[in-house]
């Protein structure tokens, strides 16, 4: 058992419990063309329908309603409170609504209608059939106003002929009952003719003898009347055409034929064969078979009539729904007045080529083809009255009914061909909101044929459920510097509840004043113009509120992040940076970092620095801003740097801006002092007898290329002035007079200067060798310089006046044997006096080096190994012929109060006695010549304060620039041991270079090789040469 079958016994079974109390039926009869709200019947009193609730015994209140199909315009109207059924607007045409009724069916012209008795517990389904009588609203009428009928001239009296019959679309005696000849002349007459079926068929009767020589035409009118009252009727022309004689007329061999024909068959195929002789011959025995004037226009449209052969063929499509029976007339005619007739009856046989039909009529009013129901309606509601009908006949057309799929629905039969589709289980709206399901509908031919009709089914509920937004959090992103009302996103909530309870509206929360949400679409937009600088992000709520009562509603979070746009430029955090390092800092260390921000995120907050205009001098990570050096600084050649650093970012297009870096060389005690004058160790003053006390005889000038206090300069003498008969001025460097000179102080005298700066932690120094010459004139130069030369052999802690040689001319040298004994006693007194000033000095010397906070000398083991490493640091140049003088000297135990002793020694590398001039064009640029106004000031200048510091981290190494000026050959002989703070000099002259070595003495870098010098004067010469002795 298939499917199909199931379906056809349940609705078989159904049908035999049908409740006869649920479904009942009405008959009516009505006459066609009433006017409106004319009463038809009552439904409750015709069918004793009481409204008294037997179960509760009180009154109801019936509903009856009309199940009608939409868009169908209603016959009759059913009143809903008294049943009463009245005729509408809409004229009730019996000729319209039974077309093409065959006369077996005259009286049964009839329509059928459904009402149904709510409410449910009430429910009836009630059927009425209305029965519509024939009026007499249509005249009988012939095809055609004119007809032509030819009669042979030899036709006997009381012959025959047809004359095409009127139709009437009236039925019974309201149709064509009575026909008549007008102004027949007495040569004619008329009969009719009434065939089984009841048609009534005019015949023309031959009552005199026709002679066509002496008339041809005839011409009358025929009357037709029908029975109705009033009475109709209509007239035509008859026209007779008398015709030469034709003795045989054709004769069919069968003049009533019926056949049947499939209704799909095809067009040509033949549908039968007609037979007619004629006894004559020739041209009279030419048979043409043509179709009678009684045949419909529409069947001529369906068959063909072959006019040689007789035979019928279908030359349309056929359609046994539309037309089951086709008559047909066939007349045969050899060209004489009298053709034989034949009559063909054409029965088109079912075939199951229409699929049944659903007539789908609504008892709850559909709302656009939909069905609503409360999930409050109880089992069994009522929905629809589903009619269903096959054109198709017999098995074709037996109907089954079901649906399709699981649904709480099911239909109910109630006739053989209607069922009722009513709920069968309660309704649920949050499990389903929408039932859309199809009633098929299948006929029983092979094969079998099915019509579908949907039907949609909305549920309602109450104001259960909140709105639900799809998302608890909505997160966007939208960038920053928009424009006001751009849109952002559509906020969106559902509510599993319909109507006005689903109807939502939106609501902004509190910290939203940047947005706009309009209330009904959710539509949210910008109100004002984000900047991701000033605020990143928006976290605000947004309120989903139903319209149900009361209202439901819920909230969801959003959150609305501001995307970077690269509008700011990279901001130093300072438009001048200054940083300020020591010279002899090492190459490639860190000076200084450079701090830039930029407000913007991601790419465009990644800023790459670049150094503009620098010459390399200096290394700028692009990244971390850190400078580094890549030079050596020296503030005496160069003591700031200045450039520009650009910082840009990775926007797209980039931003960029720059700002200005000031590099600022602090100055390191570096630089002994140089002396500008006196311009050579081997220059002398000459100090006359008259001098006065307080005159300045010579003078010392020596400028120091460092800055501040390590530009500061001290002159003191520390040798040579044992009778203190001079005194120098520790700023200016004059050496004046302290006594007049005395016949004893005659004679040369040689002043060691030592020139120290007040730098700080330490001081460094030079030495100069200062001749005065006492007497009235200097009359033999030559001989002085000869003087002068000796003395290199007399160490520099010794007086020169302690020397055995002879230092005056011979007009003197009686006299100096003469008081040779005296002599010594006073350099005996002189010695002593000068240990004690040197001791005092030394005293004075401390003190002021200690208000600093440095010392003059470190005689500790630790100072000594930072000078070896600074005496290993330091390089002759190349150019410059370095002399050293060592002296040699004992170790005491106060470094202060050492007294000076040691002896002269020359390197060997002294072989040249020419002395250079000082070059101003070649010195340093803050190298002032002697006579350059306030050097004083100038050195004094206080360095810049720093505006910036370095990272804890930044070196700052104070390592020495190991640069060696070149100075004028004969420049002033530097020196220094111990007290002198053992500095190195920058001098080229050939006594002007020396260092002190660790032991306290004057010694060259590295083993030298020396040999002692003595002065031997040639005779009969002037000049005075060095005499070798090789040590």
């Known amino acids: 058992m298939n499917l199909r079958d199931f379906y056809l016994l349940a609705a078989l079974i159904a049908c035999l419990r049908l409740d006869s109390a649920i479904a009942q039926e009405l008959i009516y009869t009505i006459r066609e063309e009433l006017p ?75 329509f059928e209608l459904e009402v149904v008795i709510l409410p449910n517990d009430f429910f009836r389904l009630i059927k009425i059939k209305i029965i519509v009588k024939d009026t007499n609203d249509n005249a009988p009428m012939f095809p055609s106003p004119v007809i032509n009928i030819s009669i042979p001239e030899n036709t006997l009296i009381n012959s025959r002929f047809p004359i095409p019959s009127a139709t009437d679309p009236d039925t019974g005696f309201n149709g064509v009952q009575h026909y008549e000849l007008l102004n027949g002349q007495s040569v004619f007459g008329l009969d009719i003719v009434e065939t089984p079926e009841g048609e009534k068929w005019p015949q023309l009767i031959v009552q005199q003898n026709l002679d066509r020589e002496q008339k041809d035409t005839y011409v009358m009118k025929i009357k037709v009347e029908d029975g109705g009252t009033p009475q109709k009727s209509s007239t035509a022309i008859l026209q007779v055409t008398v015709s030469d004689v034709n003795d045989n007329r054709p004769v069919f061999k069968e003049s009533q034929v019926e056949v049947h024909i499939p209704e799909n068959a095809p067009v040509g195929t033949s549908v039968i064969q007609l037979h007619a002789t004629d006894a004559d011959v020739g041209s009279n025995a030419e048979i043409r078979y043509i179709f009678g004037a009684q045949v419909a226009p529409a069947t001529k449209r369906l068959f063909a009539l072959n006019n040689t052969t007789g035979l019928i063929t279908v030359q349309r499509s056929l359609d046994r729904e539309e037309t089951a029976i086709h008559k047909v007339t066939v007349l045969a005619s050899d060209g004489s007045s009298t053709p034989a007739r034949a009559t063909v009856t054409i029965n088109v046989t079912d075939v199951n080529d229409n699929p049944p039909n659903i007539d789908l009529r609504y008892i709850i009013s559909p709302i656009n083809g939909t069905v609503y129901l409360s999930e409050k309606d109880p089992v069994n509601t009522k929905i629809a009255l589903i009619t269903v009908s096959d054109k198709d006949t017999d098995v074709n057309g037996k109907v089954i009914c079901f649906i399709e799929r699981e649904v709480p629905f099911h239909l109910k039969a109630v006739y053989d061909n209607q069922y009722l589709l009513e709920t069968s289980s309660l309704l649920d709206y949050e499990g389903t909101k929408e039932f859309s399901f199809k009633i098929v509908a299948s006929d029983s031919g092979k094969p079998s044929l099915n019509q579908t009709a949907l039907v949609r089914v909305k549920l309602e509920d109450e104001n259960d459920n909140p709105p639900i937004f799809s998302q608890p959090v909505i997160e966007l992103s939208v960038s920053e510097n928009n424009r006001r009302g751009l849109y952002l996103t559509t906020i969106s909530a559902t509510d599993e509840d319909s109507g006005k309870n689903a109807d939502i509206v939106y609501q902004l929360g509190p910290n939203a004043s940047f947005f706009d949400l309009d209330r009904k679409t959710g539509v949210l937009t910008a109100s004002r113009v984000f900047d991701r600088e000033e605020q990143e992000r928006f976290i605000f709520t947004v309120t989903a509120r139903d319209n149900g009562t009361p209202p439901l509603q819920s909230q969801a979070a959003v959150i609305v992040t501001v995307l970077d746009e690269n509008d700011n430029s990279p901001k130093f955090t300072h438009n001048h940076f200054q940083f300020f390092v020591s010279e002899n800092l090492p190459k490639y260390s860190t000076v200084g970092v450079i701090t830039v921000t930029d407000a913007d995120a991601g790419e465009n907050k990644a800023v790459t620095l670049s150094i ?102 001290k002159y003191t003498i520390v040798s040579g002035n044992n009778k203190g008969l001079f005194r120098i001025d520790p700023v200016t460097g004059n050496i004046t007079l302290e006594e007049k000179p005395a016949p004893t102080d005659v004679g040369l005298h040689r002043l060691v200067v030592n020139i120290s700066d007040l730098g700080y932690p330490k001081s460094l120094h030079t030495l100069v060798l200062v001749f005065l010459y006492v007497n009235d004139t200097a009359g033999n130069a030559s001989y002085i310089y000869d003087l002068i030369r000796r003395t290199m052999e007399t160490p520099l802690d010794r007086n020169i006046g302690d020397s055995s040689q002879p230092y005056q001319n011979e007009d003197y040298l009686t006299i100096m044997i003469a008081i040779v004994a005296g002599a010594m006693v006073v350099i005996v007194v002189i010695f002593v006096t000068v240990l004690v000033r040197c001791r005092h000095a030394s005293r004075f010397k401390a003190a002021q080096r200690s208000k600093q906070g440095a010392e003059w000398m470190s005689p500790n083991q630790e100072n000594k190994q930072n000078k070896k490493k600074k005496r290993k640091k330091r390089k002759s140049p190349k150019s410059s012929l370095l002399n050293f003088v060592t002296i040699e000297e004992s170790k005491p135990d106060d470094a202060v109060h050492e007294p000076i002793n040691g002896t002269i020694s020359l390197p060997a590398e002294l072989e040249e006695q020419s002395i250079g001039r000082f070059d101003w064009g070649t010195a340093p640029p803050t190298t002032f010549k002697p006579n350059s106004p306030d050097l004083a000031k100038h050195y004094k200048s206080a360095s810049p304060q720093s505006a910036f510091h370095l990272k804890p981290d930044t070196p700052v190494s104070v390592k020495k620039h190991h640069v060696i000026q070149e100075l004028p050959l004969d420049n002033t002989f530097v020196g220094g041991c111990d007290t002198l703070s053992k500095r190195s000099s920058t001098s080229s002259d050939h006594f002007s270079a020396s260092e002190c070595s660790s032991q306290g003495g004057f010694k060259t870098k590295g083993p030298l090789h020396t040999r002692q010098l003595e002065f031997c004067l040639y005779p009969g010469t002037e000049q005075t040469r060095l005499c070798e002795t090789q040590n």
Do not use: W
Request: aromatic share 6%; hydrophobic share 35%; charged share 20%.
């Open 36 to 110: 409106e709200n004319v009463p038809i019947g009552n439904i409750p009193k015709d069918l004793n329908i009481s409204h008294i609730n037997t179960a509760t015994g009180t009154s109801a209140s019936l509903v009856y309603r009309l199940v009608s199909k939409a868009g169908d315009a209603p016959l009759v109207k059913v009143s809903s409170t008294t049943g009463e059924i009245f005729t509408t607007s809409n004229r009730i045409d019996r000729e319209k609504l039974c077309a093409g009724a065959s006369y077996a069916e005259e009286n049964e012209c009839f």
């Open 612 to 713: 503009l205009n620098d010459n390399e001098n200096f290394v700028l990570d692009p990244y971390s801003g850190v400078i580094k050096s890549n030079v050596s600084f020296d503030r005496e050649q160069q003591s700031s740097y200045t450039f520009d650093v650009k910082a840009i970012d990775g926007g797209q297009p980039p931003r960029s801006s720059t700002a200005k870096v000031t590099i600022n060389v602090m100055d390191v005690n570096d630089n002994s002092p140089v002396v500008i004058y006196p311009p050579s160790n081997t220059s002398f003053k000459l100090v006359p007898l008259s001098a006065i006390p307080g005159s300045v005889v010579a003078e010392v000038f020596a400028v120091d290329i460092d800055t501040g206090m390590n530009a500061e300069l």
